[in-house]
């Protein structure tokens, strides 16, 4: 069992002024997840009829995205993962009993309150342009299209992201480019996604600036962040989509 | 958020096309400075080689003044579009919402800085190297091209482009300042380089390794070799 000293940002609106709060977290085991530590936390504070922190988490199984922490300086904490996946061994194995809680911070993800924010943006990205036209009827057989394997990995592998927000979070810029390559190459490596592939780069590019999310300078930090180690290549890839939708030939 | 017109791109340009057109200026200067080194490097040769090769450029005529315009306006564009991105990201990074807290360091977000795990010290300070090379070029051009003090060599009107290079770096002010500059020169292009591929979309799977290691070889050639000349005036290796 251990004992954190814990500093979180409260804020208790999106107009409001925060500040970092002091807490002492007492009896954590290392098999807790960050979460559970964070719980644990907001016990104490209802204990003593305090306002609990506000922070995001759905699935706490690491697939859907909405936890979104930087501790201790980073986006989802010291491992690849995300923060729901993040346990208190982590901290325990190297003796860091201090641990600093922020939300993700951009313009383009406003806080709502305390370690919340909006992420809506990268919703509106996804409605511009994450989708494709498919033939109504009966549902097509999965195999019905011949994919290689090499393109039905690369794919995938871009398919992973979980839309968390780490990448914008790690940023210096603030940029979203992790993300929308990782849809924008996701549909660019399937036949699904041909109907729609000039467009949509072009759409979720100008959603996302839009958005107010900063541009790539290469710096790769959205990489080292992502808990689905979603790769730089994809950005590669948006961009040769960008050229091929503008000089490229038309189907 | 919604767009706000402040935080746009000139030209109603998109981000991604923006920064296209600052690596094919990057990369175009990029090849100048490469030409303008090895033409530099002529002040090691034994005769008046330099001097020949100013004097050629200096009699091109017209076409001496097509290329600095064109020069011109690639550094321009390449400038114009850096800092109004630059002035763009500090805007997407927003500043922090608290009286209380002072942010550790400018550009900074997080109350105690991010611990950056992978970006390089060169890329995350751009726009700083940027800034020292444009204030270079204006001491530079002032320094050599604008006002040559040296008086054209007797007879003929073939300036000592030598002997005012040998002049110059011969103090060590002069020669700092040349030195620094370079420096920040080489670790703009470290990152520019392998940056401006993977903007264009060039940094595949094959051409990886190759696009890792051109920031740095890119990086050490123009360094070294632009760095040499003044070294070797001040150790009077050359004079
Ligand atoms: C001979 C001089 C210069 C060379 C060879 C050069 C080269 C480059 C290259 C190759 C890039 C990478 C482009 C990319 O990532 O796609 C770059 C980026 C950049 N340059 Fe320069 N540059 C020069 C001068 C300047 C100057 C004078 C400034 C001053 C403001 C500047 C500011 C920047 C900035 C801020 C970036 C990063 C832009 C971004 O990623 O958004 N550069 N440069
Ligand atoms: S690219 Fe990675 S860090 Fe960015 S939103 Fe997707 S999963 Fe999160
Ligand atoms: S709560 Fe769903 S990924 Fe963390």
């Known amino acids: 069992m251990a004992t954190y000293k814990v500093k979180i940002w409260r804020q208790s609106g999106p107009n409001a002024n925060g500040h970092m709060e002091r807490h002492i977290v007492k009896g954590i085991d290392g098999d807790m997840s960050f979460l559970e530590m964070l719980d644990h936390l907001n016990e104490d504070l209802e204990e003593q009829g305090k306002e609990p922190v506000a922070f995001d988490h759905d699935c706490r199984e690491g697939i859907c995205g909405a936890c979104s922490l930087v501790i201790n300086g980073q986006a989802h904490g010291p491992e690849t993962t995300t923060t729901c996946q993040l346990h208190m061994r982590s901290f325990e194995e190297h003796n860091v009993s201090e641990i600093d809680i922020e939300p993700f911070r951009a313009t383009a993800f406003p806080i709502i309150k305390d370690c919340v924010v909006d992420r809506s943006g990268f919703d509106r990205v996804i409605q511009s342009g994450g989708f494709v036209s498919v033939n109504t009827g009966n549902a097509p057989d999965a195999n019905a299209n011949a994919i290689p394997k090499p393109e039905a990995d690369t794919a995938f592998d871009a398919a992973a992201c979980i839309g968390c927000g780490a990448c914008v979070a790690a940023c210096k810029n603030a940029s979203a480019m992790l993300f929308v390559s990782a849809k924008v190459s996701h549909l660019a490596h399937l036949p699904q996604g041909d109907a729609e592939r000039r467009e949509r780069v072009h759409s979720m590019v100008n959603t996302m600036d839009k958005e107010g999310f900063g541009s790539c300078t290469n710096y790769g930090e959205c990489e080292a962040a992502c808990p689905k180690s979603i790769s730089t290549d994809n950005i590669a890839t948006l961009n040769r989509e960008f050229i091929r939708s503008k000089v490229g030939p038309t189907t | ?239």
């Open chain 2, 1 to 239: 958020m919604s767009s706000n017109s402040s935080n746009s791109v000139p030209c109603g340009m998109t981000t991604v096309g923006a920064k296209m057109l600052v690596a094919l200026t990057g990369m175009a200067l990029i090849l100048f400075v490469i030409a303008h080194m090895l033409g530099n490097l002529q002040v090691f040769l034994p005769g008046d080689e330099l001097n020949q090769y100013a004097h050629k450029l200096k009699s091109m005529g017209p076409l001496l003044w097509v290329a600095r315009i064109g020069l011109l306006s690639v550094f321009v564009c390449h400038v114009g579009l850096t800092i109004a991105l630059t002035r763009r990201n500090a805007k997407a990074r927003g500043a922090l919402s608290s009286n209380e807290i002072q942010i550790r360091a400018t550009g900074e977000r997080y109350v105690n800085g991010y611990s950056y795990e992978t970006a390089t010290t060169a890329s995350r300070f751009m726009i700083h190297t940027g800034i020292v090379i444009f204030l270079f070029v204006i001491y530079h051009l002032l320094h050599f091209t604008i006002s040559p003090d040296h008086p054209p060599v007797a007879g003929d009107e073939l300036i000592d482009v030598k002997a005012m290079v040998i002049e110059g770096f011969s103090h060590s002010i002069v020669a700092g300042v040349y030195i620094i500059a370079q420096l920040a020169l080489a670790a703009h292009i470290y990152h520019g380089a392998a940056s401006a591929l993977q903007t264009l979309g060039l940094r595949t799977d094959s051409t990886k390794p190759g696009v890792s290691k051109a920031g740095i070889l890119l990086a050490a050639i123009i360094g070294i070799g632009n760095i040499s000349i003044p070294i070797c005036v001040l150790t009077d290796i050359i004079s």
